[in-house]
């Protein structure tokens, strides 16, 4: 083979290694891309609960006191001496039950000698009465003798009205609280003996905002809780609503009756209050389902496998549950964790239970 030939024929074996190399060359790129497209995107791990039709109630809260229905503090009438002490601290007792008795020794003369007195002048009377049947003696002194009969008998009222106020007793059914005296200790009508509370019920005193004067009505639902008691709710109604705002608080008073059978409440103590306004039924999902995006709020529900971006208007929220105007309806599923890798139309892989119903709001109040 001549010269030319060789440089020739070892042109075209270059010619066609390069042909071959620029061919691969250009071709791996979209044998990859075709290798990645068949493939797919991996599909996003979420957990999905269900919008859940439930009740929603709109309530207000506010801080009160308790208030015996009745509660008074005994004091006597009259001083004296304590004689005797017959109450007991934490006592139930029925109206007209002794509490304290004060020396009476004078008291009870002055009735015998009132009682003396009455039936001597009604003696006096009768005998006068029979003289004057046969005309004996002058109306006019029957009159008289009649005059003294009636004044003794109010004197002898008198007598034992002191005595009976000798002896204090209960003026209603109620709890007795500490004594404040001793026997033996001098008391006037100005000194505290004890006091007494009727807590068969009690009322709760609170302050509501004047936009909620409209709104709050007598009956309505008070639930009230203490930390004296934790974990337990009691349950009443609004009794009393007063008819004027306050002009520096711009709130009113409202008073609710919560039954006491078991006078586990006492007067003064701090509670927490809740009342119910309104309630009504509503689409409820969990707040954490909500993606806000400046003045807008989304969710992400699932179809298909993949996940479809939902523009919703949102209405009332409480303890974990926000309450769906529009944009969501009872039975949707709703992507409620793995949000932040969500776009609209992105394959989902569901990792939660499929049928966990949100919460109703408020359940279990009154």
């Given at each position: 083979?001549?010269?030319?030939?060789q440089?020739?024929?070892?042109?075209v074996?270059?010619?066609?290694?390069?042909?071959?190399?620029?061919?691969?060359?250009?071709?791996?790129?979209e044998?990859?891309?075709?290798?990645?497209?068949?493939?797919g995107?991996d599909?996003?791990?979420?957990?999905?609960?269900?919008?859940a039709?439930g009740?929603?109630r709109e309530?207000?809260e506010?801080v009160?006191?308790?208030?015996?229905?009745?509660?008074?503090?005994?004091?006597?009438?009259?001083?004296?001496?304590?004689?005797?002490?017959?109450?007991?601290?934490?006592q139930?007792?029925?109206a007209?039950?002794?509490?304290?008795?004060?020396?009476?020794q004078m008291?009870?003369?002055?009735?015998?000698?009132?009682?003396?007195?009455l039936r001597?002048?009604?003696?006096?009377?009768?005998?006068?009465?029979?003289?004057?049947?046969n005309?004996t003696?002058?109306?006019?002194?029957v009159?008289?003798?009649?005059?003294?009969?009636a004044g003794?008998?109010?004197?002898?009222?008198?007598?034992?009205?002191?005595?009976?106020?000798?002896t204090v007793?209960?003026?209603?059914?109620?709890?007795?609280?500490?004594?404040?005296?001793?026997?033996?200790?001098?008391?006037?009508?100005?000194?505290?003996?004890?006091?007494?509370?009727?807590?068969?019920?009690?009322?709760?005193?609170?302050?509501?905002?004047?936009?909620?004067?409209?709104?709050?009505?007598l009956?309505?639902?008070?639930?009230?809780t203490?930390a004296?008691?934790?974990?337990?709710?009691?349950?009443?109604?609004?009794?009393?609503?007063?008819?004027r705002?306050?002009?520096?608080?711009?709130?009113?008073?409202?008073?609710?009756?919560?039954?006491?059978?078991?006078?586990?409440?006492?007067?003064?103590?701090?509670?927490?209050?809740?009342?119910?306004?309104?309630?009504?039924?509503?689409?409820?999902?969990?707040e954490?389902?909500?993606?806000?995006e400046?003045?807008?709020?989304y969710?992400?529900?699932?179809?298909d496998?993949?996940?479809?971006?939902?523009?919703?208007?949102?209405?009332?929220?409480?303890?974990?549950?926000?309450?769906v105007?529009?944009?969501v309806?009872?039975?949707?599923?709703?992507?409620?964790s793995?949000?932040?890798?969500?776009?609209?139309?992105?394959a989902?892989?569901?990792a939660?239970?499929?049928?966990?119903?949100?919460?109703?709001?408020?359940?279990?109040?009154?």
């Amino acid at each position: 083979m001549s010269l030319f030939k060789q440089v020739v024929a070892a042109a075209v074996v270059l010619a066609a290694v390069g042909s071959g190399a620029l061919f691969h060359y250009r071709s791996a790129p979209e044998a990859g891309a075709e290798a990645a497209v068949g493939r797919g995107p991996d599909a996003v791990p979420v957990e999905i609960t269900r919008a859940a039709a439930g009740t929603m109630r709109e309530r207000i809260e506010a801080v009160g006191t308790t208030l015996a229905r009745q509660a008074v503090d005994i004091v006597p009438l009259t001083s004296g001496r304590v004689a005797a002490i017959e109450l007991r601290p934490g006592q139930p007792v029925e109206a007209g039950t002794v509490l304290v008795r004060l020396d009476d020794q004078m008291e009870q003369a002055a009735v015998s000698e009132a009682q003396a007195s009455l039936r001597e002048a009604e003696l006096a009377l009768e005998r006068a009465r029979k003289l004057r049947a046969n005309n004996t003696v002058a109306q006019a002194t029957v009159d008289e003798l009649e005059a003294a009969f009636a004044g003794a008998r109010a004197r002898l009222d008198g007598a034992q009205k002191q005595l009976a106020d000798r002896t204090v007793r209960a003026p209603f059914a109620g709890v007795v609280g500490i004594r404040r005296v001793d026997v033996g200790a001098r008391v006037d009508d100005g000194t505290v003996l004890t006091t007494v509370d009727d807590l068969a019920e009690v009322e709760i005193e609170f302050a509501v905002p004047e936009i909620f004067f409209g709104r709050v009505r007598l009956g309505q639902t008070v639930s009230a809780t203490s930390a004296a008691f934790p974990g337990r709710t009691f349950s009443g109604r609004i009794a009393t609503i007063d008819t004027r705002v306050a002009e520096v608080s711009r709130s009113f008073r409202v008073r609710a009756v919560i039954p006491n059978p078991d006078l586990v409440l006492p007067a003064g103590m701090f509670m927490h209050v809740s009342v119910v306004l309104e309630q009504r039924p509503a689409v409820l999902i969990p707040e954490q389902a909500v993606v806000a995006e400046g003045d807008s709020t989304y969710v992400f529900t699932v179809r298909d496998e993949r996940a479809e971006r939902r523009k919703v208007r949102l209405g009332q929220r409480e303890a974990g549950t926000v309450e769906v105007l529009e944009g969501v309806v009872a039975g949707d599923v709703v992507v409620e964790s793995g949000l932040q890798r969500l776009r609209d139309g992105v394959a989902v892989r569901v990792a939660g239970a499929a049928d966990a119903a949100a919460p109703e709001a408020g359940a279990g109040d009154g």
